[in-house]
């Protein structure tokens, strides 16, 4: 029943232009244009100097000159204190790419230790230009907080056997790694926790990885009745999360305690 299932999405796809956030497969048309965000979520740490956060975008087809898109704040999402917490320009295509990039500046005024804060923003775009992958991104930010102890919580679709991931280091060499399930961290709670919950806990010393998730059937933690989730956190800071079909695999650049 999967492989039908399967296959009657991929056939969907294949008419449709734009992508809603479940799919980001996307049929590129030269005629139209549909903009988003290649990342839902992004996590960043603040420190007292401030820092700048680089959100990936990406557009349906080409042009000979450099374009530029709006993006504005969902103010009923947003938790930050106030508005002078953030400042952002415009999502930026250079000429002749797919993709592109938005530069959020977050400093840490009136932010209180061991709270975390959610930046929402969506896109802001005139009319006859679409949404392709996602049309809001949320930047996930706190008070620099010194944390070594990860935990990385899996809430799974019926087909947790289909999920591999592994956290790899600065060189590309894996530091943690959990396969089918099994070659999971040492003195990791790696049992299930609830009928499809899976946690893991264990440590990273100061420095900046990637943590990496698969999917052998390519609809990532989605089987058309269970979205799953994950989500990876040193206390209050989320260094990665995701949910529902991500597809193949979907990768997160993160630092501890930068």
Known sequence: MKNIRKILTLSLVAFSFFACEENENVTY?????????????????????????????QVTNLSESARTFNVTV?????????????????????????????????????????????LVLKLDLNQGIGVVGSEITTIKFNKYLICNDIILTLNEDAYADERNWNITDSSGAIVVQCSDYGDCPTGAASGTIAAAQYVYAFTLPDGCYTFNITDVFADGQFDTNITGDYSLDCSIINHASGSGNWGASESTDFCVNP
């Open 74 to 118: 969902d103010m009923d999402a947003t938790t930050a204190p106030s508005a002078s917490n953030y400042s952002f320009g415009t999502i930026t295509i250079p000429a002749n790419s797919f993709e592109g990039t938005l530069d959020v500046a977050l400093n840490d005024t009136d932010l209180v230790d061991m709270v975390s804060y959610d």
């Open 29 to 57: 048309d030269g005629s139209l244009t549909g903009v988003g965000f290649t990342s839902a979520t992004t996590s960043a740490i603040v420190p007292s100097e401030g820092t700048t956060v680089t959100v990936e975008a």
